[in-house]
C-alpha cells in the first residue's frame, strides 16, 4: 500500500472506524544540522506506511528559538505525508498571527495544533519578551473568523477570502488539584465554543485519567474527536517531567521509580518503556478514542511499528491491562469515582477534594463596588456614569485615572491596562496575576496549582478564581462567555472612563466605529 492512499487525516479523524496515529516531530536549531537530516529520513519512511496519518511539528518547544515548523513542514509534505503544525501564541502578537496565517494557507498548511505555548527561555543576550497577545481561545477565534472571511475591518483593503484552517487544541486532564482540573475542563469550553475541531491530550500515564476525558466529553455534549498522548520518554526527560521542568507533562513518583529501575537494564530501559507505551496505545483503542499521537525522543522507525504492531496484539484484551497503567497520585483529584470491577470510572461524581476558602475581604468589597456601579442595571450606574463623563477632559481628568490606578494597584496589582476585565475573572488581575496575560482560562502549565513560571512563588491565576467562584456557587462560570483581548489603544487610559463611555470590552464592541476608532479620533497620533 503506498502513501498516496491513506485517507487524509481530515477525513480519517472524523471516521469513527479509523483509530488515527500522528507522530510529533521537533525541529532542531538549525535547518543544516545532522538531527535535520534524521527528522527527514524518518519522515520519508513514516509517509510510506499507512498506519500513520500525520505528522505534527512543534513550534519552539520548550520555550526555546528551533526552526520555524512551516519549513519543516513543506520539506514533509513534497514526501506526501500530511502535516499538523503547531501554531502558539507566546512569541507573536495578533498582527504577526495573521500575517503568518496568510501565509501558510497559501502554502497549503492548513492543519493546525492552536497553543498558547511554553514560557521562552535564556536565549540571544538574556531572556527574551514574552508576548502573548492572544491566548490560545482568542488564537481559535481569529482563525474561526479567518475561516468564515469576515473577521475585522478591511480598511479599504478589499475582501478576505476564507481560509481553511483545521483547529486542534490541548487539554490537560493530568491535575492534581480539583480547582486546576476543572479549569481546564472549563477553558475546553471555551476551546469549543471558539471553533475547536479535535483535542490532543497532555502526556500522563493512567487509564482513569484517559477513560475520564472520554467521559466528561460525552456527559457535556462537547463532540471533539480525541488523541490521546502516548509519549515514550528516556531516563533524561522522564526526570524532567518528574521534577516539573517540562510543563502540563506528569511523571509520578511510583512511574519514575520504575523508570529508573528499568534502566539499569542493558538497553537502559528503553524496551520496557516502548512495551508500556503500546500498553497504553491498546487502552486507547479500546477506551473508544479517536485515536492517538505518538512522541519521544529519539524514536526510530522500528520502535513506532514496534509500538503500532504490540498495540495491535493486545488490543483484544485491553481491560487486562487497565490495572497496570494506574501511575496516578495517591491524592490526586478525579472527577468520578472508581469502579472496582473495571478499575476504570463510574458516572458518578467524585466528591470534592476539600472545601474552598471563604470569600477575601478585598473581594467581597469589589464585588459589591462592582454590583453598585459598574453594570448598566447598577443602582449608581447613572450618576457615576454623569460624573465621570463630566471630569473626561478637564482638570481633574487625569486625577481620576491616577486616583483609579492607585486604588486598584493597591487591591488588585493593576496594570492601568484602560480595560479592566476584574468582572470578568473573580476580581483577580491577570495582567498582574499571570505570567502569560490569559483571559479565557489557564494555561496546561501549573502543577500543584502553581504557575508554571513561578513555581512554589506564585499560585496559579485561575486557581485562585476557581477558589472564589466556588465559594460562590459558582464554579461552572469559567465554562462559557468570552474575555476579549486587550485593547492596546486603551492603555494607560481610564477604565472607569472608557466602560462609562462604552470603549472598552464591556461597555462596546472594540472593532464598531464606537470602540478603537472613536479612541483614535479622541486622541490621534502626533503628526
Not at 459598574?374 to 481628568?397: H, T, W
Not at 500543584?448 to 496559579?460: I, L, N
Amino acid at each position: 500500500m503506498q502513501a498516496e492512499t491513506k485517507p487524509p487525516f481530515r477525513q480519517s479523524l472524523s471516521n469513527p472506524e479509523q483509530f488515527t496515529i500522528t507522530l510529533e516531530l521537533v525541529p532542531s536549531r538549525g535547518g543544516h544540522s545532522r538531527e535535520h537530516d534524521r527528522t527527514l529520513e524518518l519522515a520519508a519512511q513514516l509517509a510510506s506506511d499507512p498506519r500513520i496519518q500525520a505528522v505534527s511539528i512543534t513550534e519552539n518547544a520548550g520555550g526555546q528559538a528551533a526552526l520555524s515548523p512551516e519549513v519543516l513542514g513543506r520539506e514533509i509534505q513534497k514526501m506526501g505525508l500530511e502535516v499538523i503544525v503547531h501554531f502558539s501564541s507566546k512569541d507573536k502578537n495578533r498582527n504577526q498571527m495573521e500575517s503568518l496565517l496568510f501565509a501558510w494557507d497559501r502554502l497549503g498548511i492548513r492543519d493546525l495544533l492552536v497553543i498558547t505555548g511554553d514560557y521562552p527561555q535564556e536565549g540571544y543576550q538574556g531572556f527574551p519578551k514574552p508576548v502573548f497577545d492572544l491566548g490560545s481561545v482568542h488564537v481559535l477565534d481569529l482563525i474561526s473568523r479567518m475561516n468564515q472571511g469576515n473577521y475585522g475591518p478591511d480598511r479599504g483593503r478589499g475582501a478576505i477570502q476564507p481560509t481553511s484552517f483545521l483547529m486542534g487544541v490541548a487539554l490537560s486532564p493530568f491535575k492534581r488539584l480539583e480547582a486546576e482540573l476543572l479549569m481546564q475542563y472549563a477553558k475546553l469550553h471555551r476551546k469549543a465554543e471558539r471553533g475547536a475541531d479535535y483535542i490532543i491530550t497532555q502526556v500522563g500515564y493512567d487509564a482513569r485519567k484517559f477513560h475520564e476525558v472520554l467521559q466528561y466529553l460525552r456527559q457535556n455534549d462537547l463532540n471533539l474527536p480525541v488523541l490521546g498522548n502516548v509519549f515514550i520518554p528516556n531516563l533524561t526527560v522522564a526526570t524532567l517531567m518528574h521534577t516539573g521542568k517540562i510543563p502540563g507533562c506528569i511523571i509520578t513518583d511510583a512511574l519514575y521509580a520504575e523508570i529508573r529501575r528499568e534502566a539499569a537494564s542493558p538497553d537502559k530501559g528503553k524496551q520496557a518503556r516502548l512495551l508500556r507505551g503500546a500498553k497504553l496505545l491498546a487502552i486507547l483503542k479500546g477506551l473508544g478514542y479517536a485515536g492517538a499521537h505518538l512522541g519521544g525522543p529519539g524514536l526510530t522507525y522500528d520502535n513506532i511499528d514496534f509500538l503500532l504492531t504490540t498495540a495491535d496484539s493486545l488490543a483484544e484484551n485491553w481491560q487486562k491491562l487497565v490495572p497496570e497503567m494506574n501511575y496516578w497520585h495517591e491524592d490526586g483529584f478525579y472527577l468520578y469515582t472508581k469502579d472496582a470491577k473495571t478499575g476504570l470510572n463510574t458516572s458518578a461524581p467524585a466528591p470534592c477534594a476539600k472545601g474552598p476558602p471563604g470569600l477575601q475581604a478585598n473581594f467581597r468589597m469589589a464585588r459589591m463596588v462592582h454590583n453598585l456601579a459598574f453594570s448598566q442595571e447598577a443602582p449608581l450606574y447613572p450618576v457615576c456614569k454623569k460624573i465621570c463623563l463630566a471630569l473626561e477632559g478637564g482638570k481633574l481628568d487625569n486625577t481620576l485615572t491616577h486616583l483609579e490606578h492607585v486604588t486598584k494597584f493597591l487591591l488588585f496589582g493593576c496594570q492601568n491596562c484602560g480595560d479592566c476585565t476584574l468582572g470578568d475573572l473573580a476580581f483577580v488581575c491577570p495582567q498582574s496575576g499571570c505570567a502569560k496575560y490569559l483571559l479565557n482560562g489557564p494555561c496546561g502549565g501549573s502543577r500543584d496549582g502553581w504557575c508554571e513560571v513561578y513555581p512554589g512563588k506564585k499560585r496559579c491565576l485561575y486557581v485562585r478564581i476557581y477558589e472564589r467562584l466556588a465559594a460562590r456557587g459558582l464554579p461552572e462560570a469559567m465554562r462559557h462567555g468570552f474575555v476579549p483581548p486587550r485593547n492596546w489603544a486603551l492603555n494607560n487610559t481610564s477604565s472607569w472612563l472608557n466602560f462609562f463611555r462604552g470603549l472598552d470590552h464591556a461597555g462596546g464592541d472594540q472593532t464598531s466605529e464606537s470602540g478603537t476608532e472613536q479612541e483614535k479620533k479622541k486622541n490621534p497620533p502626533p503628526e
